[in-house]
């Protein structure tokens, strides 16, 4: 659980850099922070209260303040409920307590993708702490603890294909609507610093790392589970970066280029997307099953993404609702058709194997986490919105956000003079006279 805990804690750093490597130079370092800053702000609020909300002792729809500070804390169960100091029924409690906070520091840091370069710095703060307590630590309540409501009537999520993934990529979509677009926003361009796109492939190998710990981790045990976890995790992945590609060259011939052109970012998305579709079932299907997942998961993926482009113009930066939204909601489906008792003895048959309701169960559980989602984004955006102001001006979306929020210059490349070279007045329309400014590079 701790080595899990450690390759947890490692996708949030991944994550920035994945993220970094597809946004302007302008705003790589800004990125980079949203995602970290989520590592200072969640654990603090994890042990202050968030712990004690999600998986303490309460009712069925909210925890309580009887492990605030993460007091009274002995030897818990699987899922952290009934301490007993004495006795240890599986893992130290502090271990699960690590353990859940990795998930949701980067639950709330997916969400920065999608207001790359015009959310102001202090309120974003704000509202990482707020909707981890407001949003997330109630999701997780429902779903990943057993006394939660959604668990009890039998909707399955192994590792956050909801709490995690569709729940960051609903508020994704609602934050970014509320935002509005970036002012040079262009849905047919995908405006990337080329030269951080390194960052991006390194980022997505270390989430791939990670995710091993992520649904691996999850069996909360060295058990045949967590190995099924694993296998699954990376045959889903490999799975839907081989359809990406492959309907990259096919899109591409069709097009009219005699290769076919292959794209550096959708290639890694599509890892993600693969990763991100196989969460809610890592531990309750077959790795056959796992790998058509993958394929269907990568090919409706690159189809929507196709469309988003062409018919919804929606300033949503780093297709956080499309990989990630769209993502958990299509593995939360595809296991409540494929889970097994035979795979999983703690779970029932789905809906292929004769249990058609797990299936309903299933759109449950994704039905609420987009009404709650969606509410919660909104009540802390709103208020925020229309008191202290969320959004950069124009100007400083031009300037960037390195620069507005972080005074660097530059961080693309080295800092040098540059001296302003200034032209002899001209005449222009209206009798003005008007100076020409020119950079001269040395």
Known sequence: ????????????????????????SKNFLNQLFLAIVCMAIVPVQWCLFGYSFTFGPGNSVFGSFNNAVLRSIGLNNFYGENSDPINALTI?????????????????????GAVVGRMKLIPY???????????????ARWIFSRQGWLNQIGTLDFAGGI?????????????????????????DVLKTGQTHLPFTVLGTGMLWIGWMGFNGGSALAANGIASLAIVNTNVAAASSMVIWIIL????????????????????????????????PGAGY???GYALL??????FIVHLSLLGKKRFFHVDDSLDVFSCHGLGGLIGTLLTGLFCQTGVSSEITNGALYGNPIQLWYQVAGILIACAFSVTCTAAILLPMHFTIGIRISRVQQIRGLDNVAHGVIDCALPQQKRPVKLS???????????????????
């Open 1 to 24: 659980m701790m080595a899990s805990t450690a390759l947890v804690y490692m996708m949030t750093p991944a994550l920035a850099c994945f993220y970094g490597g597809l946004v302007e």
């Open 92 to 112: 130290p409690s502090l271990s699960f307590v690590a353990f859940e906070s990795a998930f949701a520091i980067i639950t709330v840091a997916l969400i920065s």
């Open 125 to 139: 703060m704000i509202f990482v702490f707020l909707w981890s307590t407001l949003c997330y630590d109630p999701l």
């Open 163 to 187: 709490v995690v993934h569709f729940a960051s990529g609903i508020s994704g979509l609602t934050a970014t609507t509320i935002l509005g677009s970036r002012s040079d926003f262009d849905p």
């Open 248 to 279: 990259d060259i096919i899109l591409g011939k069709a097009a009219g280029q005699s290769l076919g052109v292959v794209s550096i970012p959708g290639t890694c998305s599509a890892t993600v997307v693969g990763l991100v579709v196989i969460t």
């Open 285 to 287: 299907v077959q790795p």
């Open 293 to 298: 997942m993958g394929l269907i998961g990568g």
């Open 424 to 442: 002899a007045p001209r005449q222009d329309r209206g009798n003005l006279n008007i100076a020409t400014v020119s950079l001269v590079t040395p």
